[in-house]
T-cell receptor, first 113, second 111 residues
Framework: DVKVTQSSRYLVKRTGEKVFLECVQD?????MFWYRQDPGLGLRLIYF???????EKGDIPEGYSVSREKKERFSLILESASTNQTSMYLCASSVDRGVYEQYFGPGTRLTVT | DAKTTQPNSMESNEEEPVHLPCNHSTISGTDYIHWYRQLPSQGPEYVIH???SNVNNRMASLAIAEDRKSSTLILHRATLRDAAVYYC????????????FGTGTRLKVLA
């Protein structure tokens, strides 16, 4: 079974802190994604990576950066956390771009106070 | 970007079929139609996808209108474990990565 794991299920951080959210997949997938999920807004794509060290902006990249130094690991970084970044963060991976199934992790609920 | 429209919520009795509708009137010719579902406290999981023809798999069936402006996810016999938020999503055509998620339909299954 494909497994996508995220470093924390719940995280509480203070405004202005630097926050790292880690995601690891074990199926040698090329593509990895970071989404945030908010009530009434559905899932929105933050960043996407199609290869090691390669990244593309999604719909809402402002306030976030990403890092992909190894194929299996994709990190989301909040350089200076703000309260409007309180959300559920979901990581996903897929074998390739296009119609391939995306496998999601369980999510990290981040609260910024 | 093409968008999808789904009812906010639906109810079904256990062991009865469920038809979950989705409208996507601005779908492009290369957009695939995907369905994912999200069980409580979990990430979304893939259900089914199609382009023009109806599709069946072990989880569900996907019926796509001839003009592709709407589709219906069919769960043949709903169980309590099917209670989830179901997302109808467009994307993946032309080798793109981008999926457009809507807000989904919350399905409640009554015992």
């Amino acid at each position: 079974d494909v497994k996508v794991t995220q470093s924390s299920r719940y995280l509480v951080k203070r405004t202005g802190e630097k926050v790292f959210l880690e995601c690891v997949q074990d199926m040698d997938h090329e593509n990895m994604f970071w989404y945030r999920q908010d009530p009434g807004l559905g899932l929105r794509l933050i960043y996407f990576s199609y290869d090691v060290k390669m990244k593309e902006k999604g719909d809402i990249p402002e306030g976030y950066s990403v890092s992909r130094e190894k194929k299996e690991r994709f990190s989301l970084i909040l350089e200076s956390a703000s309260t409007n970044q309180t959300s559920m963060y979901l990581c996903a991976s897929s074998v390739d771009r296009g119609v391939y199934e995306q496998y999601f992790g369980p999510g990290t609920r981040l609260t910024v106070t | 970007d093409a968008k999808t429209t789904q009812p906010n919520s639906m109810e079904s009795n256990e062991e009865e079929p469920v038809h979950l509708p989705c409208n996507h009137s601005t779908i492009s010719g290369t957009d695939y139609i995907h369905w994912y579902r999200q069980l409580p406290s979990q990430g979304p999981e893939y259900v089914i996808h199609g382009l023009t023809s109806n599709v069946n798999n072990r989880m569900a069936s996907l019926a796509i209108a001839e003009d592709r402006k709407s589709s219906t996810l069919i769960l043949h016999r709903a169980t309590l474990r099917d209670a989830a938020v179901y997302y109808c999503i467009l994307g993946g055509g032309s080798g793109t990565y981008k999926y457009i998620f809507g807000t989904g339909t919350r399905l409640k299954v009554l015992a």
